[in-house]
């Protein structure tokens, strides 16, 4: 769990924010996981979860992990961004 100082310092930066993911492997660090806030950061995501898809990778390698963690933070900031196109939920009607 962030503490808040890092919480404070990281909103001090200008750029876009991002988010610790946990390092499950010692010898690989992940990249952080972006937030977003804006529609150039969704962009931006979108781009890297379309190069992923395009490497088909297992859902267990840090390349599957990564791109469930992305479509995830992706679908949270449709619901709030679009909440007439993206209800939550909406991907389980049907099933």
Known sequence: ???????SAQLAQPGPRTRSSTVTETENTPEPLPLIGSLDDYTAVMDE????????????????????????????????AFPAMFPRGAADVGD
């Open 1 to 7: 769990m962030p503490c808040a100082e890092n919480i």
């Open 49 to 80: 979860v379309a190069a992923l898809v395009k490497l088909d990778p297992a859902p267990s390698s840090p390349e599957g992990r990564r791109l469930l963690a992305l479509a995830t933070i992706v679908e949270e900031y449709e619901a709030r």
